[in-house]
């Protein structure tokens, strides 16, 4: 089941993150045709383009640690014998499970706490609680890669992420 799941949430992050992608480079390029062209400006422009790519950063965090390209101290691991390497790698990967815990945790409570103050972003004017829902989310989808990543080291597998999938032709 957990896999099934990895799939839904690697397709929600690749549609959000390549529309949020696309998003803030369209209103981009309208704002400079907009101010440039038309002299008018586009007030909720700036702001649009700061939530995209804040929220971009947020859902990237659990692609991060799928491809396993967060920071980590890979000489640690070369000095380190293979039982030692496998126990680091899990006391990692836990220690990244409790922060994406504490995402969710925190984030939950700033989500709800910003929601019932009913503050609203300043151009936009939409609840600032839908903007900071990110959080958590990207928290839960940290915590589904975490534990992928312990399956396989408690399972007595070395993880290997996935190849990027990019094409090149």
């Known amino acids: 089941m957990i896999v099934w799941?990895?799939?839904?949430?690697?397709?929600?992050?690749?549609?959000?993150?390549?529309?949020?992608?696309?998003?803030?480079?369209?209103?981009a390029i309208l704002q400079v045709i907009a101010r440039y062209v038309f002299n008018h400006s586009l007030f909720w422009s700036e702001e649009l383009i700061l939530y995209s790519l804040i929220t971009?950063?947020?859902?990237?965090?659990?692609?991060?640690?799928?491809?396993?390209?967060?920071?980590?101290?890979?000489?640690?691991?070369?000095?380190?014998?293979?039982?030692?390497g496998k126990i680091l790698q899990i006391g990692a990967a836990c220690l990244g499970l409790?922060?994406?815990?504490?995402?969710?945790?925190?984030?939950?409570?700033?989500?709800?706490?910003?929601s019932r103050?009913?503050?609203l972003s300043p151009a936009m004017r939409i609840p600032v609680g839908y903007i900071y829902a990110v959080i958590p989310s990207a928290g839960l989808f940290m915590m589904l890669r975490?534990?992928?990543?312990l399956r396989d080291l408690v399972g007595g597998r070395l993880y290997e992420p996935p190849q990027a999938d990019i094409k090149t032709s």
């Not at 799941?5 to 992608?21: A, H, K, M, P, Y």
């Not at 975490?146 to 990543?149: I, K, M, P, R, T």
Request: proline residues 1%; glycine residues 10%; without cysteine.
């Open 56 to 84: 971009m950063s947020f859902l990237t965090m659990g692609m991060g640690v799928r491809y396993a390209s967060h920071i980590s101290v890979e000489a640690v691991y070369a000095f380190a014998g293979p039982r030692t």
């Open 5 to 27: 799941l990895n799939r839904i949430v690697d397709r929600i992050e690749s549609v959000l993150v390549t529309g949020l992608v696309l998003v803030a480079t369209l209103v």
């Open 98 to 114: 409790v922060f994406a815990a504490m995402l969710v945790w925190y984030g939950g409570k700033l989500v709800l706490n910003t």
């Open 146 to 149: 975490y534990l992928l990543v």
């Open 117 to 119: 103050m009913g503050q």
